[in-house]
């Protein structure tokens, strides 16, 4: 029945993945059947609760995660709250408006791409949760560069997947966009 094929289905795609990983270890100079996972352990034990986490946004320079950010800050105390994002000077202008680490000890920020799978993965270190919203969500820009648009939204996608399982992340919350489909 629809059982035994969701099942087998999920399985060959476990298969795959950690194949997929297996060989992706190997061309990184680490042993093989090394995934490169590393131990990370939440402190906070509360999974309701964002209190003692370690948190990074990706996209946390745009609307929405300035203003995610904003809330968790006021209703929160993160252990380490990480803006990734490649907007340099929204991440400056950010943190000039209060939101640095005078004002807040957990805030970092973290110039980088989700097109680049590297970079990503070094900004996912000690990580326990991922909101995942960077995106280029502009429907006009879209249609003129749509290779672009899936370099960001799908590719970009897939690498947080894939860094926050090489990373041992514990919650990764991806969003999506009312401008995906017309």
Same mark, same amino acid.
């Given at each position: 029945? &629809?059982?035994?094929?969701?099942?087998?289905?999920?399985?060959?795609?476990?298969?795959?993945?950690?194949?997929?990983?297996?060989?992706?270890?190997?061309?990184?100079?680490?042993?093989?059947?090394?995934?490169?996972?590393?131990?990370?352990? +939440?402190? &906070?034990?509360?999974?309701?609760?964002?209190?003692?986490?370690?948190?990074?946004?990706?996209?946390?320079?745009?609307?929405?995660?300035?203003?995610?950010?904003?809330?968790?800050?006021?209703?929160?105390?993160?252990?380490?709250?990480?803006?990734?994002?490649?907007?340099?000077?929204?991440?400056?202008?950010?943190? +000039?408006?209060?939101?640095?680490?005078?004002?807040?000890?957990?805030?970092?920020?973290?110039?980088?791409?989700?097109?680049?799978?590297?970079?990503?993965? +070094?900004? +996912?270190?000690?990580?326990?949760?991922?909101?995942?919203?960077?995106?280029?969500?502009?429907?006009?820009?879209?249609?003129? &560069?749509?290779?672009?648009?899936?370099?960001?939204?799908?590719?970009?996608?897939?690498?947080?997947?894939?860094?926050?399982?090489?990373?041992?992340?514990?919650?990764?919350?991806?969003?999506?966009?009312?401008?995906?489909?017309?």
């Amino acid at each position: 029945g &629809n059982g035994a094929t969701s099942r087998q289905y999920t399985r060959g795609w476990k298969e795959t993945e950690f194949s997929s990983h297996q060989s992706n270890a190997q061309s990184h100079g680490r042993p093989s059947g090394s995934t490169g996972r590393t131990k990370n352990h +939440m402190k &906070n034990t509360n999974p309701s609760s964002l209190d003692g986490a370690s948190i990074l946004i990706t996209g946390g320079t745009g609307s929405f995660g300035r203003r995610f950010i904003e809330t968790v800050l006021k209703n929160y105390k993160p252990r380490r709250l990480v803006v990734f994002s490649r907007d340099e000077l929204k991440q400056y202008e950010m943190a +000039m408006g209060g939101l640095n680490q005078e004002a807040y000890p957990a805030m970092r920020y973290f110039i980088g791409d989700v097109r680049d799978a590297d970079r990503l993965s +070094m900004a +996912m270190r000690g990580i326990e949760i991922v909101i995942h919203a960077a995106a280029l969500k502009q429907v006009p820009t879209a249609e003129y &560069n749509p290779f672009e648009c899936i370099r960001t939204n799908v590719y970009g996608a897939e690498n947080v997947v894939t860094a926050a399982i090489l990373n041992n992340v514990h919650r990764v919350i991806a969003l999506s966009t009312d401008k995906a489909a017309n």
